[in-house]
């Protein structure tokens, strides 16, 4: 017997030795036999082939037919998706391509030798000096005039501020301006045989901002353009680069600051009124209220005389200096100064080069003037007065009287009043464009009035004069300048013999009555432009002055920030006389402004120290 550990190899080996079980082959109904299954050949895959193809299809299979068809379908959708997605390929690389073509690149200009190679339309890469391409920019002023260097078919570059745009269909309508008020009109018209380029130019034309700087290249054509400064001429554009954008929402725009106050006034009526714009917006955004044609002609005109006071004195032997502005004194007594610290000491801003133009005297200079910024702490908040301005200041020796310097005064605003109306007629024309004024009138001589003879003027206009012995207040200014330019035919004119009272400590008191003095104060269009004196050159009787006016210092001697001054007088000075003049106020009276904040620059005035 087996045992049970035999008995489970036996069957073990039992099982693994049986043979597996094989299925017949199909009959070959042809020969009725079965096919070996040692026989492999062509004609037995035949066979099976045949004998399935005879086979009746199971129930829901198929048919070769319905299959073939199903198969040509797949390949006919593979073959459509495939079309789709290479027809797909070729839009996107065609899109692309015409993206790339109409694209927009930035440019830069080295060398004006390789122009043609450079795109036509484009912003500049930021100019920061990293080359110099040769180009030669031309003036939009030059083009005003009858012997201008250009001519039509001319070509030339210009750069200038686009002041308006018209697009419509294929046509652009570009004014350009420069300094304000020299225009110039550009144009661009569709070119059918180069349609690319020209959709170019013009989709960069309609992405320019109105007040951005551009740069233009393009031909001079005969026209007749009544809104331009150049007139007969225009610009066909070929190049266009914008060097500066502006933002496209303005405080303002420059077209309303041109506008008179007349011309707002009557369109309030209508249904599209001018906006007013008022004083202290334009002053927060000045950079752009100066870009306004008149605006910008006034401070051309502060520049003017600037350049003809200094021709008129230069031609009188004048020398100009320059005064220091920080100072240990009040240089003007009554008048408010600014107080910073000067390394533990306090020090003044100057409120005027008096002490030392006269000090500059006592240094043998005969005859000296000076252009210079100038400081009043005054909180006066009127339409004539400024904390910072400009000062016009001028001192000479004298021979014998103080109307010497009255006399060279009156050659200079004569010299000043004949070239602004000469030399710069078309900044006066754009200024009276939109503020209304009238030249000046003035006489071939001084215009001399004595005190005595304004009372009496006064007192017949019915003005309480009192004593006499008191200023004059802007209303009695008005009124005299009114009267004098009935009687004697003159806005400029000169009043003297002040009361001693209302002048300062270095005025010379009158010879005949010490109630009055050897000074001065010359008045435009009925208000007061200047004031002058004969100086104390004596230092003893400075001395007497300085008491009276309760001047001296605590230990009754000379205050330190006058020592110097008194002390240049002891060592010998010629007798003496000068004035100074606020050039804005100039500005504002010639021109007939209504604030003289609109003849500076960046005003200062006891509410605004910005920008």
């Given at each position: 017997m087996m045992n049970s550990l035999s008995r489970g190899l036996a069957f073990t080996v039992f099982r693994t030795a049986a043979p597996r079980r094989r299925f017949p082959l199909p009959r070959d109904y042809s020969t009725g036999r079965r096919p070996s299954p040692l026989v492999t050949s062509t004609a037995s895959a035949s066979t099976t082939a045949r004998y399935l193809s005879q086979q009746p299809p199971a129930a829901g299979e198929k048919t070769e037919e319905e299959k073939a068809a199903l198969k040509a379908a797949r390949e006919e959708r593979k073959a459509e998706k495939q079309r789709r997605a290479a027809e797909k390929k070729a839009k996107k690389a065609a899109a692309a391509a015409a993206a790339a073509e109409e694209k927009i690149n930035s440019v830069t200009y080295l060398s004006a030798a390789s122009q043609d190679s450079y795109e036509k339309v484009g912003d500049y890469t930021t100019i920061s000096s990293a080359s110099r391409s040769g180009r030669v920019f031309s003036s939009i002023s030059f083009l005003e005039k009858s012997d201008r260097p250009h001519a039509p078919g001319d070509k030339l570059w210009i750069r200038a501020r686009l002041a308006s745009i018209r697009v419509k269909g294929g046509s652009c309508f570009l004014v350009l301006r420069q300094n304000s008020f020299h225009t110039l009109q550009a144009l661009f018209f569709k070119n059918k045989d180069d349609a690319t380029g020209s959709k170019k130019?013009?989709?960069?034309?309609?992405?320019?901002?109105?007040?951005?700087?551009?740069?233009?290249?393009?031909?001079?054509?005969?026209?007749?353009?009544?809104?331009?400064?150049?007139?007969?001429?225009?610009?066909?554009?070929?190049?266009?680069?914008?060097?500066?954008?502006?933002?496209?929402?303005?405080?303002f725009l420059v077209e309303d600051l041109a506008r008179s106050e007349r011309e707002v006034?009557?369109?309030?009526?209508?249904?599209?009124?001018?906006?007013?714009?008022?004083?202290?917006?334009?002053?927060?955004?000045?950079?752009?209220?100066?870009?306004?044609?008149?605006?910008?002609?006034?401070?051309?005109?502060?520049?003017?005389?600037?350049?003809?006071?200094?021709?008129?004195?230069?031609?009188?032997?004048?020398?100009?200096?320059?005064?220091?502005?920080?100072?240990?004194?009040?240089?003007?007594?009554?008048?408010?100064?600014?107080?910073?610290?000067?390394?533990?000491?306090?020090?003044?801003?100057?409120?005027?080069?008096?002490?030392?133009?006269?000090?500059?005297?006592?240094?043998?200079?005969?005859?000296?003037?000076?252009?210079?910024?100038?400081?009043?702490?005054?909180?006066?908040?009127?339409?004539?007065?400024?904390c910072e301005f400009t000062g016009l200041d001028l001192e000479m020796s004298i021979e014998e009287h103080y109307e010497e310097v009255l006399e060279v005064i009156h050659e200079v605003f004569k010299y000043i009043f004949t070239g602004l109306e000469e030399r710069y007629a078309k900044q006066m024309k754009v200024i009276r464009e939109q503020y209304e004024s009238e030249p000046i009138t003035f006489t071939e001589e001084p215009c001399i009035l004595h005190w005595g003879e304004a009372m009496e003027i006064l007192k017949g206009e019915g003005f309480d004069m009192g004593d006499e012995l008191g200023d004059l207040t802007g209303a009695m200014e008005l009124a005299l300048g009114a009267a004098v330019k009935q009687k004697y035919a003159t806005d400029f004119f000169m009043l003297d013999k002040y009361p001693t009272a209302v002048r300062p400590f270095y005025t010379m008191p009158c010879p005949d009555n010490p109630q009055y003095s050897n000074s001065y104060d010359i008045f435009l269009r009925g208000q007061e432009i200047c004031s002058g004196a004969q100086r104390c050159h004596d230092p003893t009787l400075l001395r007497d002055i300085l008491k009276q006016k309760g001047l001296l210092a605590s230990d009754g001697g000379i205050p330190e920030g006058l020592r110097s001054y008194v002390m240049s007088f002891e060592h010998g000075v010629n007798p003496h006389g000068g004035a100074g003049f606020g050039l804005e106020r100039v500005v504002f009276l010639y021109l007939g402004l209504d604030n003289v904040r609109k003849a500076s620059l960046f005003p200062r005035d006891p509410n605004r120290c910005s920008p």
């Open positions: 130019m013009i989709q960069y034309l309609k992405s320019l901002t109105v007040e951005s700087v551009i740069d233009v290249y393009g031909e001079l054509a005969a026209a007749d353009v009544k809104s331009c400064s150049v007139n007969d001429l225009e610009m066909v554009m070929e190049r266009v680069h914008c060097v500066s954008r502006a933002d496209a929402m303005l405080p006034e009557e369109s309030q009526g209508s249904e599209r009124p001018f906006p007013r714009l008022g004083q202290e917006l334009r002053l927060d955004h000045r950079w752009m209220d100066l870009r306004a044609p008149a605006n910008n002609a006034i401070l051309q005109i502060q520049s003017a005389i600037c350049q003809l006071f200094r021709e008129s004195l230069y031609s009188q032997s004048f020398t100009e200096l320059h005064t220091p502005k920080l100072i240990l004194g009040e240089s003007e007594s009554g008048a408010g100064v600014f107080t910073t610290d000067y390394f533990g000491e306090t020090a003044c801003l100057a409120q005027s080069p008096q002490l030392y133009k006269q000090m500059a005297i006592a240094s043998d200079f005969d005859r000296v003037f000076e252009i210079g910024p100038v400081f009043r702490a005054e909180n006066s908040n009127t339409r004539r007065h400024l």
